[in-house]
């Protein structure tokens, strides 16, 4: 463990004109909102709904919120987001030829912490 009497560098906080948080040791917010649109329209067309009457996503219209990570002290890492997440999907009764269309909306509000993080015991 760093000794505070023996000046371990580890316990000295330089200022820093760049403004650099160093190791990541303070609380540190990072926009994940596009990364997070992009793969939600990449990869929710691709997962088949249902195993019966051929339910797909067909496209993501729309995403809107937030989503970000945070660290704190260079090792606790959070997923934090509010997403509002619009679309279509398609469905076809098995033998049937009419296919049945329409949209859909979910909301969801997560924050997602490291295993282990936060409990008291």
Known sequence: MAKWEERDPRWLVQERQDGKNVNGWHWEERNRFEWCKQKLQELLPAIPAAHTGNLCIAQVTDVVGDAMTSTRKGNKKLA???????????????????????????SRYHQQRQRGEGKQG
Do not use: F, P, R, S
């Open 80 to 106: 934090i987001y509010d997403l509002k997440v619009t679309m279509h999907w398609q469905a076809q009764a098995e033998g049937d030829t009419e296919q049945v269309c329409n949209a859909a909306t979910a």
